[in-house]
Nanobody, 125 residues
Framework: QMQLVEHGGGLVQAGDSLRLSCTAS????????MGWHRQAPGEKREFVAA????????FYADSVKGRFSISRDNTKNTLYLQMNSLQPEDTAVYYC??????????????????WGQGTQVTVSS
């Protein structure tokens, strides 16, 4: 099965930036669309961003549009999320996901795929 491992979370101040990464193994990375979701304590998991297998399509939640940027490097089996202008409401555990419908870049990405264990992002004011 596919294994996904997230890195890059941490504690930052409002206005700062972070770059998250997610490295995949166990399956052919380019066979999957990839995405990011986040979950704050006591809240539902929220879609953040998605990218198709060849980066041809990208989609962002309204809450992060213009601040976050998703990308992938298929030669490194790695997904990235560049997060700029971070705000306290961005505080959450961030999860990466892989979806076998490799052309799909949207909020349902990962419904039938694989998930990582998450990395904590905390933004203080």
């Amino acid at each position: 099965q596919m294994q996904l491992v997230e890195h890059g979370g941490g504690l930052v101040q409002a206005g700062d930036s972070l770059r998250l990464s997610c490295t995949a193994s166990g399956r052919t990375f380019s066979d999957y669309a990839m995405g990011w979701h986040r979950q704050a304590p006591g809240e539902k998991r929220e879609f953040v961003a998605a990218i198709s297998w060849n980066s041809g399509s990208k989609f962002y939640a309204d809450s992060v549009k213009g601040r976050f940027s998703i990308s992938r490097d298929n030669t490194k089996n790695t997904l990235y999320l560049q997060m700029n202008s971070l705000q306290p409401e961005d505080t959450a555990v961030y999860y990466c996901a892989a979806d076998p419908y490799r052309d799909y870049a949207g909020p349902r990405l990962g419904d039938s795929g694989f998930w990582g264990q998450g990395t904590q992002v905390t933004v203080s004011s």
